[in-house]
């Protein structure tokens, strides 16, 4: 996935290099300056990593719909903690749950919530070759 960069000239963006981008946007970090070994860290990515393989994998999401997964995943971590508390016996204030919930539904409505199968089917040229290695391997025994 190619990152737009600055205008060269001719009113174009021009696709940056991996090494010009941030370690966020190669995928090395989760977020900036955060250490991605915290509870709250691995619970965030593990949330925000199945909803993209629930949607077919982060190269069939724009970058809009990764946006939004990230929002989602991070109200999911709030509302957990929340309802920790909650399930501890400690109080919490029901407006903000509720207030979280809405959001959570809202940006589920716009992420979409059905599961998109990946496309596996082989190329022709794939297909071709598994092809010629089976037959291959069924002449040599």
């Given at each position: 996935?190619?990152?737009?960069?600055?205008?060269d000239?001719?009113?174009?963006?021009?696709?940056?290099?991996?090494?010009?981008?941030?370690?966020?946007?190669?995928?090395?970090?989760?977020?900036?300056?955060?250490?991605?070994?915290s509870?709250?860290?691995?619970?965030?990515?593990?949330?925000?990593?199945?909803?993209?393989?629930?949607?077919?994998?982060?190269?069939?999401c724009?970058?809009?719909?990764?946006?939004?997964?990230?929002?989602?995943?991070?109200?999911?971590?709030l509302?957990?903690?929340?309802?920790?508390?909650?399930?501890?016996?400690?109080?919490?204030?029901?407006?903000?749950?509720?207030?979280?919930?809405?959001?959570?539904?809202?940006?589920a409505?716009?992420?979409?919530?059905?599961?998109?199968?990946?496309?596996?089917?082989?190329?022709?040229?794939?297909?071709?070759?598994?092809?010629?290695?089976?037959?291959?391997?069924?002449?040599?025994?």
């Amino acid at each position: 996935m190619a990152v737009m960069g600055i205008p060269d000239g001719s009113g174009r963006l021009v696709p940056r290099k991996a090494s010009a981008r941030s370690r966020v946007s190669n995928g090395g970090h989760i977020l900036p300056d955060v250490d991605g070994r915290s509870a709250v860290a691995r619970r965030y990515r593990d949330i925000a990593a199945q909803i993209i393989a629930d949607m077919g994998g982060a190269s069939q999401c724009a970058e809009a719909r990764l946006q939004l997964i990230r929002r989602f995943a991070a109200a999911a971590v709030l509302a957990e903690q929340m309802e920790a508390r909650l399930a501890n016996g400690q109080s919490i204030n029901i407006t903000d749950h509720a207030l979280l919930s809405s959001t959570l539904v809202r940006l589920a409505q716009r992420i979409g919530i059905d599961r998109r199968s990946r496309n596996t089917t082989p190329s022709l040229s794939e297909y071709l070759q598994r092809q010629a290695k089976r037959i291959d391997a069924e002449d040599t025994q």
